[in-house]
């Protein structure tokens, strides 16, 4: 035989060889035994479903109670303020406006009540702060005020040097 003639054959045999492999070796979806010793694919967990947001807060003006204390010294800036509010903006007087109980406030600050409406007394702060001060602090209602405005006020503005000149 000539040595070519069994190279070819070889050659041709390897192909065959290959090409049987290939076609056998990928399954068409049908089970594949898995070798003893060796664990099985466990499945992919499925990541678990992301929390639902929470219902997000629409910041009101219309209707929400609000009542202003005047920390500086210049006279009605707290009742000129509440009126701007109450007449332009929409808001509720829950007291009659008045002076804070320390006078010489420099900066002011907005005011929300903490109770089953904190959430929302808190966007409603914010949203004041922004619309009629320029986003000054926002901050939860401290104790030592609580006997100073109105029960219902769920928004307290406390006016002090920096918007004494406004």
Known sequence: ?????????????LV???VALLANGFSDGETVAVPRGSSSPTPSETPSPARSPQQSI?????????????GTTKPG?????QATLVDQGG???????????????VDSVVYFRQDNNKAQNRADAQL?????LGGIAVKPLPA???DVVSASADVIVVLGEDQAGV
């Open 91 to 105: 808001y509720l007087e829950a007291g009659t406006p008045g002076d804070a109980p320390d006078k010489t406030v």
């Open 77 to 81: 800036l707290a009742a000129d303020f």
């Open 58 to 70: 629409v910041p009101n003006q219309q209707g929400v109670l609000v009542q202003v204390l005047n």
């Open 144 to 146: 030592g005020l609580k």
């Open 1 to 13: 035989m000539n040595p070519g003639v069994s190279r070819l054959a070889i050659v041709i045999a």
């Open 128 to 132: 004041l702060s922004e619309t009629y």
């Open 16 to 18: 065959i060889g290959g």
